[in-house]
T-cell receptor, first 113, second 114 residues
Framework: LAKTTQPISMDSYEGQEVNITCSHN???????ITWYQQFPSQGPRFIIQ???TKVTNEVASLFIPADRKSSTLSLPRVSLSDTAVYYC??????????????FGTGTQLKVEL | EAQVTQNPRYLITVTGKKLTVTCSQN?????MSWYRQDPGLGLRQIYY???????DKGDVPEGYKVSRKEKRNFPLILESPSPNQTSLYFC?????????????FGSGTRLTVV
């Protein structure tokens, strides 16, 4: 699986847009980029997934440049409840074998009033 | 409600006393996995199972055992717990290996070994 690098922590204020960037220089052709969110003492939960360009859902947007060596998770107008750890994962999907979900240390986002 | 259920949520035990943490999912998922989470180390995979009677080691399998006799259950067994196994444990399941967006995690089991 491609190794990922994320900032250890970020701070923001309510109502602001937060962008968390993940570097994955050795991403493979068949790798997808997936983001998970984890609140304290809870298991991670899926936020968004993409392969290239831009993906948007009701929670976030994911921007992936043409070279795919990085990606940015964008959280619009964050609130206190968005305080959590965010994980960037890179790997193939639906290959049927060999790969596994590998988490790094994630980015601790703290949102204040 | 589709969910992964772990028990117990909290457990304090003594060194060497065998224990089992249960994990059950009601989504008919083929793939199940155990992770441990420690400060500064993120989530690390202990064991995973691609289907009934098929299990394999993750990144940190030492000191742990698992079994997959039924599709819905994937217990984590610590035959002789040691203090370095004090951690927060998560069970996860997905429709299949590789479904990065389909993972459902349990609520966690906080284990303390004294």
């Amino acid at each position: 699986l491609a190794k990922t690098t994320q900032p250890i922590s970020m701070d923001s204020y309510e109502g602001q847009e937060v962008n968390i960037t993940c570097s994955h220089n050795n991403i493979a052709t068949n790798d997808y980029i997936t983001w998970y969110q984890q609140f304290p003492s809870q298991g991670p939960r899926f936020i968004i997934q993409g392969y290239k360009t831009k993906v948007t859902n009701e929670v976030a947007s994911l921007f992936i440049p043409a070279d795919r060596k990085s990606s940015t998770l964008s959280l619009p107008r964050v609130s206190l409840s968005d305080t959590a750890v965010y994980y960037c994962l890179v790997g193939p999907i639906l290959t049927g074998g060999g790969n596994k979900l590998t988490f790094g240390t994630g980015t601790q986002l703290k949102v204040e009033l | 409600e589709a969910q992964v259920t772990q028990n117990p949520r909290y457990l304090i035990t003594v060194t060497g006393k065998k224990l089992t943490v249960t994990c059950s999912q009601n989504m008919n998922h083929e793939y199940m996995s155990w992770y441990r989470q420690d400060p500064g180390l993120g989530l690390r995979q202990i064991y995973y199972s691609m289907n009934v009677e098929v299990t394999d080691k993750g990144d940190v399998p030492e000191g742990y055992k698992v079994s997959r006799k039924e599709k819905r259950n994937f217990p984590l067994i610590l035959e002789s717990p040691s203090p370095n196994q004090t951690s927060l444990y998560f069970c996860a399941s997905s429709p299949g290996l590789g479904w990065q967006d389909g993972y459902t995690f349990g609520s966690g089991t906080r284990l303390t070994v004294v």
